[in-house]
């Protein structure tokens, strides 16, 4: 593999990258990819309840505690960049600024694969419609003649990484990740999250049984891959390749 | 990669192989795989119109005739070996005999991956049945219970060649194969089939349209991998990897 | 239009024809076809209740009761031909003889169109394997190799009529008939069936509102084709027109 | 509730009930059902590999272990009755003698809701075909023409229980039980099966994730009801309510 | 039942409350609930046409008659309170505004459930722009940083109620409710509606129709509950339940 | 057929509609209709890679290239009338001012169908809103209370015209034209994309595929009717008919 690769992942509020896509990160990292986090917000209104039953808070506040929370996850799972868009949360302000924002960073960041919420989601809106951000951005950026002279982006796969509740959001994982040589590190990520202890053991549930999963589709009964923690993703493009 | 790699393909009748996965048999067998074509029957009534409007024409005659082609098609492909179960075909007879035949087959070869037809096919139901008969029969190959001492398969994918008519089948590619280095080969696989004459253009234009896919979705207009041929395939199982 | 034309409506109870596609029936009837029904049951077991709770009932005077019936409303609707295959019910025997009886009509009729039962249906599954049944016979009569000699058959519509509680089904009807020159007819053999009379206003009440999707489809709020009895049909195959 | 109320679970292979519900079983066993649970076979070939791996293991032996195992988890869930069909299995025979006796145990149990697996599963066809197999058996016990004079089947509700990969599946919950009540029993039932500790873990796992999902349906981070362990059921028919 | 009960319809234009829930709301607010209908625009220009045909007619007017059918129909039902937000038809403005208003209606309403309309809608983006709003309203209602010190929303039930064209709107019920009781009412109610006499009949059919499936459903030929009028509701999220 | 009908083409790029329904195009304009072409944009940013890469060139000279391109190959099929409202590409603008003018166009051609891309192209957002902008806009057209005194619109089917990678986008077509009669103005058409050379051969491949899907719809292997070229289309309303 070359040290030159990037990848980069668009989460619509601060934590999502560490429960869905922490072990991916951190692998490629290690295996010398540069990975470059857009954090379109801070999930400074929906997602810090536990900030905002304290006296006398503020968004400031919020923010400040959820970007330094954030900030130490990215750490910990060795990342190469983290951006915070800052476009408010509940809803996101996805409008033409943050569009040509985000395209800047994706023909800057030039990545091997992009990754970002499910197609659906009715408990937020906001994922789904960063999905579709994403979606757009990316086409945006492939164009010769949106700024002329930048380098313009080639066909990078969209994984679609793990919502919460699977099932209801209809999303589907083509592809297991392998990530127990990293996991140490995604739980020391996840652990930097204290606004959302809750959540800690239910997505080192998840880490196992995707482990489960890899080893079944990895050779079943007869004896799969030994692989204790995975990670699920669903692609959105067909992949091209010389050999099945 | 390792000489010993083994596939199977499962074709309803004599012809699909070619033109479904002509390109892949013929890649995979030159880079050292061994290659095995199970035929479930020759297409002896339902797809061999040109035989039957000849005079005095016999179904023995008809399969003759099939399995030559048949025969033919995969020396051209360079194939390790076809079998031909000969279970009649519109329909097929896919009771408990050819299942335990089948199984027997799969055990044998071991497969990394199998191939089969699409899930729907409403003009053919012998294509969908073989696909779930192709389900059923990895898994009792899977089982430590069924005939105890022969070594049980893993979990090798079922990749769903291309069916004619893809929208109305509901077959959506997930994979393009580059099959350039062997569409020469794959062409005079297709030559083969005298009988069905109408179709040799027809799976050519497919070809250099699913190199077009493949360029798209290796570079878009950003210049994609040179590609002149390809075949795609969708994946019934998720795949499991180390890196994305 | 010409004298000529045939149509084949295969419904797997001995009631079905009536309540899902009796305005077809005498449409097509009254414009010059030629439509024959197959009963491949007379719903003896599964759709006789009201026989059965009467004193002293077998299985012989249900099914003569539910032929005459049937016979009656295929009467009312002008039926060319009415065929009762008497292959039990709850569950039909869809085997080999069945099947080859089948073809056998099909390619006598010829027809060119053919109707069945939607493709899903879990509170009946004689219903939705009667569909699977229609598709497997419609292949074998186009097989040049199954009974040469034969006029083979080529490769007429099936549509699919209108089930009970269509949601639930997934069946969704792409096309609207205009039934009102035919009402009265549909409605003779509604009453025909004594059995079910509470189904008479549910399926008179069903071709009140599908004359209002005609209404609405053929002009919407500024003024669409009057009709006041409609029937709705799903495709399963592609159209070919000269003209959109 | 009355103490008369009863249900009917449908279980392939032995221990298919223990892992996708025996939470539901426990409790309403608890509540005053009388539950009935049906095995269609042992699981002895398809699900038994640790004890096939024994020196001189036989199918009747890996059968008598497994009715112990399954029997042993009955018992400490509170079944009130568990029938094993010997059906065999990978793959089950669901022919017409199948089919009469799961439609006599229907009628003699008469559930006021039924379980069985998912509509789909690419990798054990058992399951699925199980599925089909409730459906037919479920419609046919309602009819009043089979085995006139028996009481015939009133429409329960056929509940999908979780199945092994959910999202390959296509499978979606659309109720949660909460079973921490008895999450001491189901945890006993599962430890029951000695032949598949792996899966031990996994499935506790489901039940602490499938309980944060509970809270979150019922309240959200407003506070959703204190439920730490839950079951999640896909229902194949509506509901039919006096208020929402 | 608590009679603190409270409920809230979001109804893209004037009149879809009555034909889609007038029963659910008329059987509620019976039943102790206090039902809020929150209609974002008078349908005025869309569905007014009747209106239009009328000499010198004016919005004003327009609105004005609209406005007092739709509070005529409320009354007859019962109804606790109905807000007209006035945002325009054809199409909707759900902006900004929009957003804010309708959050500040769901903290003060806190309903029990929520109401609003299919999520796919070819012939009226109104009506599925309307239910993407009620998601993105829910959502931010649930967010504890917005508007801080307002109670935060829980996880109430989204209905989606029952559009015009059912099939073509990928529409499925999976709850039917007996209207039986209030029938009376939602018959006053859609009566109020002088401007689309034509939709009488159609509603009444289908609320028996819809009754006939209550019947079905809750015991089929074996005797359901007698239920003369019901109306049916698609769930966006589980339930989450101690008993099946 | 009457002189006057007409038909309305709703083009997101310049060159989208030679490629996807020039068939259509040529072969309704010569059986007598007129037919309008409204291009949204040129293309300049997304779709005119090769002119970007050369040296000197400005989003106005794009345009004018593209513009020119577009207006020979709407002459070469004969077209009625071409309009061009120059919304941006890459993303498209398509807000209030976009759909008040596209809502004046659709009045004034008062279209017999309506033609314009798949509902869903992860490629390229600007095909599937350019979809729902049509949806929207056609509802628009048909409120009595928009622009009063204007005619309003009735209810033209809107096809789907062929996406590139039609099984990626979930396209699926219903209806199959034959355009061998106008082939060569359509190939005349596309030689005009000279900024396009990659995509003649393969839109050529396609019509001749399609040819084959006709022939095959139409009578399959007993003969169907012979057709060299066709387009296929996707219907997103019913059909309201007098005969099947």
Same mark, same amino acid.
């Given at each position: 593999m070359t040290r030159n690769k990037t990848a980069l992942v668009i989460s619509?509020?601060?934590?999502d990258f560490v429960w869905r896509c922490g072990g991916a990160i951190a692998l490629h990292q290690q295996a010398g990819y540069e990975v470059t986090i857009a954090c379109?917000?801070? +999930?400074?209104? +929906?997602?810090s309840a536990k900030l905002w039953?304290?006296? +006398?808070?503020t968004l400031e506040r919020v923010k400040d505690a959820r970007r330094a929370e954030a900030a130490a996850a990215a750490a910990a799972l060795g990342v190469h960049d983290i951006r915070f868009? &800052? $476009?408010? &949360?509940? %809803?996101? &302000? $996805?409008g033409a600024d943050a569009k040509a924002r985000m395209v800047d960073i994706i023909r800057e960041v030039q990545p091997a694969w992009m990754m970002s919420h499910s197609r659906w989601d009715p408990y937020n809106t906001d994922h789904m419609n960063t999905t579709q951000f994403a979606l757009e951005c990316r086409m945006i950026a492939q164009a010769? +003649?949106?700024? %002329?002279?930048q380098k313009v982006l080639g066909a990078p796969q969209l994984y679609l990484f793990e919502p919460h509740q699977t099932e209801q959001m209809g999303w589907k994982p083509d592809v297991f990740l392998d990530i127990t040589p990293v996991w140490e590190k995604k739980r020391a990520a996840i652990e930097c999250m204290a606004g959302q202890e809750h959540l800690w053991s239910y997505y080192t549930n998840v880490a196992e049984n995707r482990g489960n999963h890899f080893r079944r589709n990895s050779g079943g009964q007869a004896g799969g891959r030994d692989c204790r923690y995975a990670e699920g993703f669903q692609s959105v493009f067909p992949r091209t390749v010389d050999e099945l």
């Open positions: 619509a509020h601060a934590a379109l917000s801070f +999930g400074e209104r +929906g997602e039953k304290q006296e +006398g808070m868009l &800052d $476009l408010g &949360d509940y %809803p996101l &302000d $996805l010769w +003649g949106h700024n %002329p002279g």
